[in-house]
């Protein structure tokens, strides 16, 4: 069993930067691809980003604001956004999966989340 704990969200002002971490336990974080998602009041989950070894994928959306990285060694997965919007306010997932082809948008194909942490972008 992968516990995720989410953790680095806040209240920022627009136009700053944040960097959220997911602290990964009880699996070796390099046999998963990882993932980040978010979710705002009366929507859908929506895929970000994901990583597998040295490979990323980025919805078209997130493409040069935000950043996917992990350290195995730390077993952490971070996102860094830059240049945050308003519309980035959301609670914001890791998820992790053995299976999933990396850069699946489908929530549902990934077994294990964290409970999310909570970001929200001051204009």
């Known amino acids: 069993q992968m516990q995720l704990t989410e953790s680095g969200g806040g209240l920022v002002q627009a136009g700053g930067s944040l960097t959220l971490s997911c602290a990964a336990s009880?699996?070796?974080?390099?046999?998963?691809?990882m993932a980040w998602f978010r979710q705002a009041p009366g929507k859908e989950r929506e895929f970000l980003a994901g990583?597998?070894?040295?490979?990323?994928r980025y919805k078209d959306s997130t493409k040069g604001r935000f950043i996917i990285s992990r350290d195995d060694a730390k077993t952490t997965l971070n996102l860094q956004i830059n240049n945050l919007k308003p519309e980035d306010s959301a609670v914001y997932y890791c998820?992790?999966?053995?299976?999933?082809?990396?850069?699946?948008?489908?929530?549902?194909?990934?077994?294990?989340w964290g409970q999310g942490t909570q970001v929200t972008v001051s204009s």
């Open positions: 998820a992790a999966d053995q299976w999933v082809i990396l850069g699946t948008q489908n929530a549902g194909e990934y077994r294990y």
């Open positions: 009880g699996r070796a974080l390099s046999n998963y691809v």
């Open positions: 990583i597998s070894g040295d490979a990323t």
